[in-house]
């Protein structure tokens, strides 16, 4: 069974940065397609930020270009987010979310691509 642990989140002022951490309890979490969504009070859940499982390709929210960088360490089995710049908007829990599908397409933006997800850290920005 896989299963996903995030952390890092916390409260923090406007224009400063955090970095998330996902552990992955798989035993071939290099297979894995990993990402971050993340869930406003009162809105749906949306995608973040996606790699792929091999050459770490990546994909981005528009929102959040230039500010957020998602890594992997396979060797950790951990995903990371890191987040600089953070403005009150991205106020919300955050979620990591695996698949181990290996299609590497528009799909990995959405929820239900991914198989297995944690239980969210929650980020707090304050103005």
């Known amino acids: 069974q896989v299963q996903l642990v995030e952390s890092g989140g916390g409260l923090v002022q406007a224009g400063d940065s955090l970095k998330l951490s996902c552990i992955v309890s798989?035993?071939?979490?290099?297979?894995?397609?990993m990402a971050w969504f993340r869930q406003a009070p009162g809105k749906e859940r949306e995608f973040v930020a996606a790699i792929s499982w091999s050459i770490g390709s990546t994909k981005y929210v528009d929102s959040v270009k230039g500010r957020f960088t998602i890594s992997r360490d396979n060797a950790k089995n951990t995903v990371y987010l890191q987040m600089n710049s953070l403005t009150p908007e991205d106020t919300a829990t955050y979620y990591c979310?695996?698949?181990?599908?290996?299609?590497?397409?528009?799909?990995?933006?959405?929820?239900?691509?991914?198989?297995?997800w944690g239980q969210g850290t929650q980020v707090i920005v304050s103005s």
């Open positions: 798989a035993h071939t979490f290099s297979d894995y397609t």
């Open positions: 979310a695996a698949d181990s599908l290996r299609i590497w397409s528009t799909g990995v933006t959405r929820s239900s691509y991914y198989d297995h």
